[in-house]
């Protein structure tokens, strides 16, 4: 059984800054790539960025520049720092890893709970 648990969402004032964290937990063989997705109300959920297992990274437009992923592979774990908040955002982030299970399996791909992020004008 695989566990993905977020923690750092929060309220932020516009500039500021929030760390977010995903945790993988349970057995598996490997991670591939890792991933933060967002989705503001009334809006699809979109692909925020994305980090290969070689460390490889990409980033939706609206935030290069602010926004930096990396992950901790002892620890099974993928971050989103985000600076320069602003209010567009706000927004329920969810992080995304792919996993596989056993040497035999194909990847598997697992959502976190989701976080707030809320920033304030």
């Known amino acids: 059984q695989v566990q993905l648990v977020e923690s750092g969402g929060g309220l932020v004032q516009a500039g500021g800054s929030l760390r977010l964290s995903c945790a993988a937990s349970?057995?598996?063989?490997?991670?591939?790539?890792m991933g933060w997705y967002r989705q503001a109300p009334g809006k699809q959920r979109e692909l925020v960025a994305v980090?290969?297992?070689?460390?490889?990274?990409n980033y939706v437009d609206s935030v290069k520049g602010r926004f930096t992923i990396s992950r901790d592979n002892a620890k099974n774990t993928v971050y989103l720092q985000m600076n320069s908040l602003k209010p567009e955002d706000t927004a329920v982030y969810y992080c995304?890893?792919?996993?596989?299970?056993?040497?035999?399996?194909?990847?598997?791909?697992?959502w976190g709970q989701g976080t707030q992020v809320t920033v304030s004008s």
């Open positions: 995304n890893v792919d996993i596989v299970i056993t040497r035999w399996d194909r990847i598997s791909r697992y």
């Open positions: 349970g057995s598996f063989f490997s991670i591939n790539a």
């Open positions: 980090i290969t297992s070689g460390s490889s990274s």
